[in-house]
């Protein structure tokens, strides 16, 4: 499987500032880059996702920024709360045919209250 | 989004024995997938679940150290065979919706515990 590489492994930040994670793909087929979140005990799910045609995709306090040339995509948790702390995973795949995910390490992520 | 349930949730196996895995989804699916999740790590595709004939593994993956059935659209399984402590791990089915947006929906997984 290609790889895609994230960091970091963890983050702790404070109620109210931005949690911000990164990735990395080395695949240039890969056309959709999704985000999902998972809690323990539970499966990953679909948080937010891009497709390269756009840059930054926002929903709510969450942001994918998207940078195509640099092969890189980050996620952007504004007003972080103690309710996101939780594993975020990035992932890639090509949006027709399979469309198997192949995801990033994960970042184990702390909000403080 | 489908709802996806897995059973066992949980299990405890001795060394050298299988378990089957069943993902059961409320609606037809295009393309569904297994997983594996071991402790504090990523997930790793084991296979693609294709119906009516045989699984597409990836890399690193045997059909026979966990075969795969997709009798039809909405179950499958995923036997691990021969158990070893390393194989101990959550197992998650993940599935593709026939239509519209491109959303891989994750069931709740089933995590082994081989002794």
């Known amino acids: 499987q290609q790889q895609v590489k994230q960091s970091p492994q963890s983050l702790i930040v404070q109620k109210g500032g931005i949690s911000i994670i990164n990735c990395a793909y080395e695949?240039?087929?890969?056309?959709?880059f999704p985000w999902y979140q998972q809690f323990p005990g539970k499966g990953p799910a679909l948080l937010i996702a891009?497709?390269?045609?756009?840059s930054e995709k926002k929903e709510g306090r969450f942001t994918i920024s998207f940078n195509k040339s640099a092969k890189q995509f980050s996620l952007h948790i504004m007003d972080s709360q103690p309710g996101d702390s939780a594993t975020y995973f990035c992932?890639?795949?090509?949006?027709?045919?399979?469309?198997?995910?192949?995801f990033g390490s994960g970042t184990r992520l702390q909000v403080q209250p | 989004s489908a709802v996806i349930s897995q059973k066992p949730s949980r299990d405890i196996c001795q060394r050298g024995t299988s378990l089957t895995i069943q993902c059961q989804v409320d609606?037809?699916?295009?393309?569904m997938f297994w997983y594996r999740q071991q402790p504090g790590q990523s997930l790793t595709l084991i296979a693609t679940?294709?119906?009516?004939?045989?699984?597409?593994?990836e890399s690193g993956f045997v059909i026979d150290k966990f075969p795969i059935s997709r009798p039809n659209l909405t179950f499958s399984t995923l036997t691990v065979s021969n158990m070893s402590p390393e194989d101990s791990s959550i197992y998650l089915c993940?599935?593709?919706?026939?239509?519209?947006?491109?959303?891989?929906?994750f069931g709740a997984g089933s995590r082994l515990t081989v002794l």
């Open positions: 679940a294709n119906q009516g004939s045989e699984a597409t593994y």
């Open positions: 891009i497709r390269p045609d756009v």
């Open positions: 609606s037809q699916v295009t393309m």
């Open positions: 992932a890639a795949s090509r949006d027709t045919g399979r469309r198997a995910l192949t």
């Open positions: 695949n240039t087929a890969f056309d959709y």
């Open positions: 993940s599935v593709l919706r026939s239509s519209g947006a491109n959303v891989l929906t």
